[in-house]
């Protein structure tokens, strides 16, 4: 900006200088043709009787007070014309500055549109990313609620007619029941199979609260005529676990250690605190023939007792592996929901910073296009401007010539007037204008010769 603008400025000194030179040249080419013109007529008047040279004086005095009225309407033409390009430079004047104030404000418009632009972009970005990650989440999520459903009804057909499904609705129905023996111990479910074979007939037992709600649960159901559920409580008060030290010994784990969090510890050492789970039945076997207190288990479902080793089933369809495929079916069908929540909320949030991002770069664009339009009208102003400084100062210098023009004739006229005077006058008059006409006629020769 700053190197167009020195640009322009020595643009409009060089255009001054030009129309400097071309006035000075103006009147020098008007001087040199006065003096030609003047010097021919007192050549020719020297040839001329003194009626004839009256007549030539007269002749120019009219022409010289023609030309005078024609330049004095020209120059009445061209003061008009100055105030109406005056009046039109101004009202131009005021347009460029307020499309320069236009300019200015909307250039500031259009950086703080540029910005909202790019926060709205990111915001976009980071939503959409937000957004696809909850997509991906969704689509595991219902990945995971189809492959629990199919280990569901697969060990559903592995363990029908295991027990009534009529009489464990009932008995879960009923008061004092807390829920499957698999959910009340918290089974993780790869040790599922562990579970099943260390609990043995109770694997698939509802879990009732205290040894008197039995009663009343077994009372219930032989009344509806239903059967087939096995029920379990504890009768003890301590959690005390004698397969712990034992399992210290060896480096392993009791089996009530690795329950989950939400496990009745209770219960559980009541039922499994004499099992260890180990890695493989010959581990197993070798600690229940020195301890025959206490049972070993292996995550395939082995169990390993003093009087003997119970080999697990090879597809593992057991009723606590179905407790606990059921649990998981659960589990996967609320972080499903609570997938679909996100997903449908971050969708929201994504669309709503989408609408934002094409709102602000449409009024980026829209600034934009105003802040291109004003410039160029600035732009063309500017030559329209420049058009009407031009003419402004053809016109100043028209007139100015004009004046000068006229000074001239003034003069002209003024000796044309004398010189009439003094051939109409006395011989002695005469004699001596046409000495003086001499001398002027070698004045302007030598002012000419000067010239060329």
Request: hydrophobic residues 40%; charged residues 30%; without cysteine.
């Amino acid at each position: 900006q700053d190197e167009a603008r020195r640009i322009q400025s020595e643009l409009a000194q060089s255009s001054e200088e030009e129309r400097r030179t071309r006035a000075e040249a103006d009147r020098a080419e008007r001087a040199h043709r006065t003096f030609e013109e003047e010097e021919r007529a007192l050549a020719e008047q020297e040839q001329m009787p003194t009626e004839g040279v009256v007549a030539a004086v007269r002749g120019d005095l009219g022409s010289l007070e023609a030309a005078a009225l024609r330049d004095d309407r020209e120059a009445d033409q061209v003061g008009r014309r100055l105030e109406s390009l005056h009046g039109q430079l101004e009202a131009e004047s005021l347009e460029t500055d307020r499309l320069k104030n236009e300019i200015k404000q909307l250039d500031i418009d259009a950086t703080a549109a540029q910005q909202a632009h790019e926060v709205a972009v990111a915001d976009r970005r980071s939503q959409q990313a937000i957004w696809e990650s909850a997509e991906t989440e969704l689509q595991n999520a219902r990945l995971a609620v189809a492959g629990a459903t199919a280990r569901v009804e697969a060990l559903e057909s592995a363990v029908e007619g295991l027990a009534d499904p009529q009489a464990r609705q009932k008995a879960l129905s009923t008061s004092g029941v807390a829920g499957s023996l698999a959910s009340i111990l918290d089974v993780p479910e790869d040790l599922a199979a562990a579970v099943e074979a260390a609990l043995g007939p109770w694997s698939d037992a509802l879990a009732v609260e205290t040894p008197s709600a039995i009663e009343s649960v077994v009372g219930v159901l032989k009344s509806d005529g239903l059967g087939g559920v096995p029920l379990v409580t504890s009768r003890f008060t301590n959690s005390d676990v004698p397969a712990r030290p034992i399992a210290d010994a060896y480096g392993l784990e009791p089996l009530v250690d690795l329950l989950g969090r939400r496990a009745d510890r209770r219960m559980a050492a009541a039922l499994v605190g004499d099992v260890i789970v180990a890695e493989g039945w010959s581990a197993g076997w070798q600690i229940v023939a020195k301890h025959p207190a206490v049972r070993v288990v292996t995550p395939e479902g082995d169990l390993i007792t003093a009087d003997g080793i119970r080999i697990a089933h090879p597809d593992g369809a057991t009723p606590a592996a179905l407790e606990r495929a059921r649990t998981s079916l659960e589990e996967a069908e609320l972080g499903l929901a609570r997938a679909d929540s996100r997903h449908a909320a971050s969708r929201r949030d994504f669309d709503h910073t989408r609408t934002t991002e094409r709102a602000a770069l449409e009024e980026l664009e829209l600034i934009e296009t105003n802040l291109s339009g004003a410039t160029e009208a600035l732009a063309r102003l500017d030559r329209t401007r420049a058009g009407v400084e031009h003419e402004i100062n053809r016109l100043e210098q028209r007139r100015s010539l004009l004046l000068e023009s006229a000074a001239d004739r003034e003069v002209r006229i003024a000796e044309l007037r004398g010189r009439l005077s003094a051939l109409e006058g006395e011989e002695a008059e005469r004699q001596l204008l046409w000495e003086q006409l001499a001398g002027r006629r070698v004045s302007i020769a030598q002012k000419l010769s000067l010239i060329h």
